[in-house]
C-alpha cells in the first residue's frame, strides 16, 4: 500500500498522466432511452462488437444516452472507439456521438449505423471544467440504437474524474392564471358538414356561473346561453360571421366567430386527450368517464380542449381467453360488438356529450388492430354505421395488420384502404373527423388530404424522451407546405404528465424544458394537441403548459398555417408562422445542452419595421424593437413570442 502511495506521489511530480477507464465511473447517473448501461458490455450484456470488431473495455448504452462528468480542468484527453454494437443484427440502428466540453462541441461522429466501422475519438480536454458525452438517435428514431463507447478512457493530469448529475430545472409555471373577468377561449372557426348536427361548444375563462350569447347564427343552429353549447343543423352551405359575448358577474368578453357550412370540418386542428400512452390495453369505461370529467373539473374544458379518444381495446379480441373480453366480435348483421370493459358505447358517447365534449376512437383497415383486436377489414361501411349510431365525431385509423392484405408498398396500395373507409363515413350523417395512422408511409403528408384524411401520422410513435420528441418535432420542416384547415400533420400525441402506456405510470421524463419546448414546438406546427397523460393526476405545471390560451390561440389560429424553420445554426434553431391578424408567432429553441443566446432575424422573418414582441408563455410584453429579437435560452428549451408592427 506505501509502495502504491510512492508511485502515485513520483508520478504526480514527474507530470505522468492517469488514465480512468470510462466503466469505472458512477455509470447510475447516465441516462439514456433504453435499458441500462454495461461496463464492458453491449447494452444487452453481450461482448463489445463493432463492425466485427471486439473490444474488451468501455461502456455499453442506448440512444438517447448522456454522461455528465466533472473534470475540475485536470483532464488531459479523452480516448475511445464508438459504433453500433451488432448484436443488433441485421436491423438497423442510426446514432451519433458527440462529446461537448464546457457547452461546446469537441468532437462529433456524425451518423454511424449498424455495420459502420468503429470510429476513433480522440478529444484534447485540457482546461475543460464539465465534459458531457451524447449518443442522440440518428436519422430513423431509436430502435436498435445500441450504442458503444468502446475502450473509452479519460487520460487525467491529476485527481479523478466523476460522472455527476445534470444541472435540475425549476418547473417554472410561467402561464398567468385566469382572472374572474370573462375570458374567451378555443376555437375562432367552426365547420360542419350540411345537414349534419352541430356540435361545439363555446369556452371562457372566469369566474361561474357565465351565460353566451352569439349574435348572426343562421336558422336551425341553436345556443344553450347556460353552457355555451351550440346544436342544431343548417342544411344551406355559407359561411357566418357571429359575434359570440361570455357574461358574468365580474364583466362582459365578446370576439367574432365564424361558422362555416360546408365541405370541410376540422377548420383548426383537434384539442382532445387520448388514452394511449397511459393507459394502453389497461383502458376501459370507468377510465374513459374519469378522463372526461377531469377535463372539464381541472378547468381544461374552459381552455378550448374537447375530444376524448379512446385508443383502441374497446373491441373483442378473436380467440381471447380473458373472460372480460369473450363474445362475438360482430353481430348477426355484421355490426361491430364492444368487449365487456366497454358494456354500452352509445350511453359513454352520450356522457361525453352532455360535459359538451367530443368522443373518439380507434380502428384498423386491416382484419386487427395494432393490439390485435377486431378492425374493420371489409366491415368499412357496417363499421361507419355503427361509430354515427353509437354518436362518435372521431376516429383514429391505424395501419397494422393491413400490412398482410396490401399486395406491396405502392401509393395506391398505401392510398386504398383511407379511401375505402373515407367513403364509408361520407355515407353517413355525422361528421367524423377521420384521423390516418400509418406513421409516414409513403410520405402521407402529400396525399393525406386528397384520401379525406384530416389529419395524418407523419412520424413512428412518440415517446417521453428528450430524443424521440426533438427528433420527431424538428423533424417536420418542409412538411408545412400540405398543412392547412382541415388537415394537419400529426407528429403524434403529447408525452407531458403522468404517462406510462398503462397500467404502470410515471412521470414523464422530459425535464420542465423540454416540456414547453414540446408544447411550443407541436403549437406551431398546426399539431393536433392530444394530451396523453392520466388527466386524474394532473399538477399545477402540466396544466400551465396545457391551459395558456395565448400558446393555445397560435395552435387554433384559423389561418391554419403551420410553422416552417427560419434559421438553423448548430444546435440552435428559429421557427415561425403567420398568423390571421397579421402578426407572427416565432418559436426560438436551443436544443443543444448549455443556455444559450438565440436571435430572431425580422429580415429573414419577412418583418419590415419596428415589431411590438410579446412572450405568449408569461403573457407579457416584452419590447419594441427592430431588425431582431435575442433572447437567453436554456439548455432543451424555448421562447414563444408573438411580433406585431408598430
Given amino acids: 500500500m506505501f509502495g502504491s502511495s510512492l508511485l502515485s506521489m513520483l508520478c504526480t511530480f514527474v507530470g505522468v498522466s492517469e488514465e480512468s477507464p470510462l466503466g469505472s465511473l458512477d455509470l447510475s447517473k447516465m441516462r439514456q432511452g433504453w435499458g441500462t448501461p454495461h461496463v464492458d458490455q453491449s447494452v444487452e450484456g453481450h461482448p463489445l462488437t463493432i463492425a466485427g470488431r471486439a473490444f474488451a473495455t468501455g461502456v455499453g448504452t442506448h440512444a438517447a444516452s448522456m454522461l455528465w462528468v466533472s473534470l475540475d480542468e485536470k483532464a488531459e484527453r479523452f480516448e475511445a472507439w464508438v459504433g453500433v454494437d451488432d448484436e443488433v443484427g441485421k436491423s ?51 430502435d436498435y440504437d445500441h450504442a458503444d463507447w468502446a475502450e473509452a478512457k479519460i487520460v487525467m493530469q491529476s485527481g479523478k474524474p466523476e460522472a455527476i448529475e445534470p444541472p435540475r430545472e425549476e418547473a417554472d409555471v410561467r402561464t398567468p392564471k385566469p382572472g374572474p373577468k370573462p375570458r374567451i377561449t378555443g376555437p375562432k372557426v367552426f365547420g360542419v358538414r350540411p345537414g349534419h348536427p352541430i356540435l361545439f361548444r363555446f369556452t371562457a375563462t372566469g369566474t361561474k356561473p357565465m351565460r353566451f350569447e352569439c349574435t348572426g347564427l343562421p336558422p336551425g343552429a341553436a345556443l344553450d346561453a347556460a353552457t355555451g353549447q351550440l346544436s342544431g343543423k343548417v342544411s344551406a352551405p355559407g359561411e357566418h360571421r357571429c359575434t359570440v359575448t361570455a357574461t358574468n358577474a365580474e364583466g362582459k368578453a365578446s370576439r367574432e366567430f365564424r361558422l362555416v357550412i360546408g365541405s370541410k370540418i376540422a377548420l383548426t386542428p383537434p384539442l382532445g386527450w387520448n388514452s394511449w400512452n397511459c393507459f394502453a390495453a389497461d383502458v376501459d369505461d370507468a377510465k374513459v368517464r374519469a378522463a372526461a370529467q377531469a377535463m372539464v373539473s381541472s378547468g381544461l374544458a374552459d381552455h378550448g380542449w374537447s375530444n376524448i379518444n379512446i385508443d383502441d381495446c374497446w373491441e373483442i379480441k378473436p380467440g381471447s381467453d380473458d373472460a372480460m373480453l369473450q363474445g362475438e366480435p360482430r353481430d348477426p348483421d355484421g355490426m361491430i360488438n364492444t368487449n365487456k370493459k366497454f358494456p354500452d358505447m352509445k350511453a359513454l358517447c352520450a356522457h361525453i356529450h352532455s360535459l359538451g365534449l367530443r368522443a373518439g376512437l380507434y380502428s384498423s383497415p386491416g382484419p386487427l388492430t395494432c393490439a390485435g383486436f377486431t378492425a374493420s377489414y371489409q366491415f368499412e361501411e357496417k363499421d361507419a354505421q355503427r361509430w354515427a349510431q353509437w354518436g362518435f365525431d372521431y376516429v383514429k385509423y391505424d395501419w397494422c395488420s393491413y400490412g398482410d392484405i396490401a399486395k406491396d408498398d405502392s401509393l395506391e396500395e398505401l392510398q386504398k384502404p383511407y379511401r375505402v373507409m373515407r367513403a364509408a363515413l361520407d355515407k353517413v350523417d355525422r361528421d367524423i373527423v377521420f384521423s390516418l395512422c400509418q406513421y409516414g408511409m409513403g410520405k402521407v403528408w402529400e396525399w393525406g388530404a386528397d384520401v379525406g384524411g384530416n389529419c395524418w401520422r407523419t412520424t413512428g410513435d412518440i415517446v417521453d424522451t428528450w430524443d424521440s420528441m426533438a427528433g420527431i418535432g424538428f423533424a417536420q420542416n418542409g412538411h408545412e407546405v400540405h398543412a392547412g384547415p382541415g388537415h394537419w400533420n400529426d407528429p403524434d400525441m403529447l408525452v407531458v404528465g403522468v404517462v406510462g402506456w398503462g397500467p404502470a405510470l410515471h412521470p414523464t421524463r422530459l425535464t420542465p424544458n423540454e416540456q414547453v419546448t414540446h408544447i411550443t414546438l407541436w403549437s406551431l406546427l398546426s399539431s393536433p394537441l392530444l ?77 419590415r419595421g419596428p415589431q411590438a414582441v410579446r412572450d405568449l408563455w408569461s403573457q407579457k410584453d416584452l419590447a419594441v424593437v427592430e431588425g431582431k429579437f435575442t433572447t437567453k435560452i436554456p439548455r432543451h428549451g424555448a421562447a414563444l413570442v408573438r411580433l406585431t408592427r408598430r
Avoid at 100 to 128: F, H, P, Q, Y
Fill in 531 to 607: 394530451i396523453g397523460c392520466d388527466m386524474t393526476k394532473l399538477d399545477e405545471f402540466t396544466l400551465s403548459l396545457l391551459t395558456n390560451d395565448e400558446v393555445l390561440d397560435v395552435s387554433q389560429d384559423p389561418l391554419g398555417k403551420q410553422a416552417a424553420r427560419v434559421f438553423a445554426e448548430g444546435d440552435l434553431e428559429v421557427w415561425a408562422r403567420d398568423l390571421e391578424d397579421g402578426s407572427k408567432a416565432v418559436g426560438l429553441f436551443n436544443r443543444g445542452e448549455m443556455e444559450a443566446d438565440v436571435t430572431a432575424d425580422f429580415a429573414a422573418l419577412g418583418r
Fill in 92 to 142: 438497423t440502428g442510426t446514432v451519433e456521438f458527440r462529446v461537448i466540453g464546457d457547452g461546446k462541441d469537441l468532437w462529433r461522429s456524425g451518423v454511424l449505423k449498424t455495420g459502420d466501422a468503429a470510429k476513433r475519438v480522440e478529444v484534447a480536454l485540457r482546461g475543460v471544467k464539465t465534459m458531457i458525452l451524447l449518443v442522440s438517435a440518428g436519422t430513423d428514431g431509436q
